[in-house]
């Protein structure tokens, strides 16, 4: 490679469990791809993630909007020259935070929905918080590859929701819980899921391919690789 690595801003914190999986990803992979002492450039704003989660449950979708730009333009007034939010459920904010930077966003769905095609699944299952399971921001954006979502029961969702919120983005990582995502992720692929969209970036650190017959898309993993497709220039 001739050209200089990009340099990506990372919008993190949310939790800074998976920002430090990201981090580690990002530079695993650059070093693998580049060779010698490689590292990635990376600027990274890590947000105060109890603000950001009392916000999200009390529905100030508006305030969350803004400080993502905030940091997003903090990033770019670094040198970013394209911005990443590391979790899932902060893409609700996605179109508003593109709007507000010169700079490429790139998007975790759209590097997921790449990887399921890959494997064939365009029927997939969704795991994720509340808001990434029931509001439609996350599943109209995988539709809109043509792939149809289908999440699990109200009861279920609430599991869900609460493992991550309760234990994961704490670093809390329990056995109990994770025969309680599998149980899950059963259940969809009994409904026809050919593949289960792991939709919280704190998921990854619970349940493993190993653990499941049906292909488990690690939206950390996807979301990390097409960073560094950027990184690159790929």
């Known amino acids: 490679m001739t050209s200089k690595p990009v340099r990506i801003g990372i919008i993190g914190g949310m939790s800074w469990q998976s920002t430090q999986s990201y981090y580690q990803q990002i530079n695993q992979q650059v070093s693998e791809r580049l060779g010698g002492l490689h590292s990635a450039d990376l600027l990274i704003h890590s947000v105060d993630f109890q603000q950001i989660s009392?916000?999200?449950?009390?529905?100030?979708?508006?305030?969350?909007?803004?400080?993502?730009?905030?940091?997003?333009?903090?990033?770019?007034?670094?040198?970013?020259?394209?911005?990443?939010?590391?979790?899932?459920?902060?893409?609700?904010?996605?179109?508003?935070?593109?709007?507000?930077?010169?700079?490429?966003?790139?998007?975790?769905?759209?590097?997921?929905?790449?990887?399921?095609?890959?494997?064939?699944?365009?029927?997939?299952?969704?795991?994720?918080?509340?808001?990434?399971?029931?509001?439609?921001?996350y599943r109209e954006r995988l539709a809109s590859h043509q792939l149809e979502v289908i999440v699990p029961d109200d009861i279920e969702r609430d599991a869900v929701h609460n493992i991550i919120y309760d234990e994961l983005c704490k670093g809390v990582i329990n056995d109990a819980s994770k025969k309680r995502y599998l149980e899950i992720i059963q259940r969809l692929q009994a409904q026809g899921a050919k593949a289960i969209v792991l939709g919280c970036t704190e998921i990854g650190l619970l349940v493993k391919q190993e653990h499941s017959s049906v292909p488990l898309i690690d939206t950390t993993a996807e979301h990390v690789a097409a960073i560094v497709d950027r990184i690159c220039q790929k």
């Open 54 to 137: 009392q916000w999200q449950h009390d529905n100030r979708w508006d305030a969350l909007a803004e400080t993502l730009c905030d940091s997003a333009s903090l990033l770019c007034q670094g040198g970013a020259q394209a911005i990443v939010i590391a979790t899932n459920t902060m893409h609700k904010v996605a179109a508003e935070v593109a709007r507000a930077i010169p700079v490429p966003l790139i998007h975790i769905a759209d590097a997921t929905a790449k990887r399921c095609h890959q494997v064939g699944s365009l029927k997939v299952g969704l795991l994720g918080t509340r808001f990434t399971m029931e509001q439609p921001f």
